[in-house]
């Protein structure tokens, strides 16, 4: 699972969301910053990521995040409520 926060807001959850998958067991990484959205897809395919999480202003005012299936493109929106579940 990788993690592709937009800005530093989103940024500082989706690692909190990182650490919590990560107490479980659950293997993630993330961009610490620096990179678009773009360069962040890339590195998420360099790394072989089944799914990255797209987060951004907009999804986290909305209480969602983006998760797309690297292999087939497809995106769904899910609630970060559930987010750490449905991963």
């Known amino acids: 699972i990788y993690f ?3 800005d530093d807001a989103s940024r ?3 690692f909190a969301i990182m ?3 990560r107490a ?3 293997s993630c ?3 610490r910053g620096g990179r678009s959205l773009k360069g ?3 590195q998420a395919a360099t790394l072989g990521a089944e799914r990255t999480v797209i987060m951004g202003p907009r999804e ?4 969602v995040a983006v998760v797309r299936e690297m292999q087939t493109g497809e995106q769904t929106e899910v ?3 559930q987010l750490e579940e449905s991963l």
């Open 40 to 42: 962040m897809m890339r």
């Open 60 to 63: 986290c005012e909305r209480g």
């Open 12 to 14: 500082r959850e989706a």
């Open 79 to 81: 609630p970060l409520s």
């Open 19 to 21: 650490t919590r998958l």
């Open 24 to 26: 479980r067991g659950r």
């Open 29 to 31: 990484d993330g961009d």
């Open 4 to 6: 592709a926060p937009v």
